[in-house]
């Protein structure tokens, strides 16, 4: 198990660095996050003085860095700390029995979901068979919840993004939209008239992917 210690600078332009240690760390690294700030890895035996002298030398990198990021999420919600926790709550209540569901609808096994912050990805699935899910997957409309859950059950079988993996998604995919229109989701009805017409390779991956797309993360 990797031991790790945190430190706090306070930057007067950049505000709260975190130095943290790790066994794990080989070298000295820093990152820029638009969400969660700047953050410097830091190898167990070096220094914090070492690091904070290299954190200085890199300063100004940090700051031009900062402002592409702003730049660049500039229309993208800005969110508080209190809202981001409610998220998380509202994240953990719906998401986990929601995957649970489907992963046994469609025979999938897992071993563990978490929930995340993340400001680059809606969700993940490590080749231990973990999955990670973003808390703002509980912002999307009930069918786009389940794109992200189900395209991440269906890594648990193929980790890439080929062939097999495509023709496992669209049948699932294909079947749950089938079940919401059933159910009466105006949207599933929408998004499955789209992909009726859609000429893709994979339509309806396709057509469900430019629906999420209109959706930032925060």
Request: hydrophobic share 40%.
């Amino acid at each position: 198990m990797a031991t790790k210690t945190e430190k706090i600078y306070r930057d007067p332009q950049i505000g709260d660095v975190v130095f943290r240690k790790s066994t794990r760390s080989r070298s000295i690294s820093i990152r820029v996050h638009p969400v969660k700030g700047v953050s410097v890895s830091v190898p167990y035996i070096v220094p914090y003085s070492v690091a904070q002298a290299f954190f200085h030398t890199r300063r100004q990198w940090i700051l031009e860095t900062m402002a592409r990021q702003k730049e660049k999420y500039k229309d993208v919600p800005q969110v508080s700390p209190q809202e981001v926790e409610a998220l998380r709550r509202q994240a953990k209540a719906v998401l986990p029995p929601r995957l649970a569901e489907l992963a046994q609808r469609y025979g999938f096994v897992y071993k563990r979901v978490t929930i995340k912050h993340s400001a680059s990805n809606w969700g993940s699935c490590s080749t231990l068979g973990n999955i990670n899910l973003n808390l703002n997957v509980v912002r999307l409309p009930k069918i786009l919840q389940d794109y992200v859950l189900l395209h991440e059950l269906c890594h648990l079988r193929h980790q890439d993004h080929g062939h097999a993996f495509h023709l496992l998604l669209e049948h699932v995919l294909t079947d749950n939209i089938i079940k919401c229109v059933e159910s009466g989701d105006q949207l599933a009805l929408q998004l499955a008239r789209k992909i009726a017409a859609s000429k893709a390779k994979y339509p309806v991956d396709y057509v469900l992917t430019r629906a999420i797309k209109q959706y930032s993360l925060v």
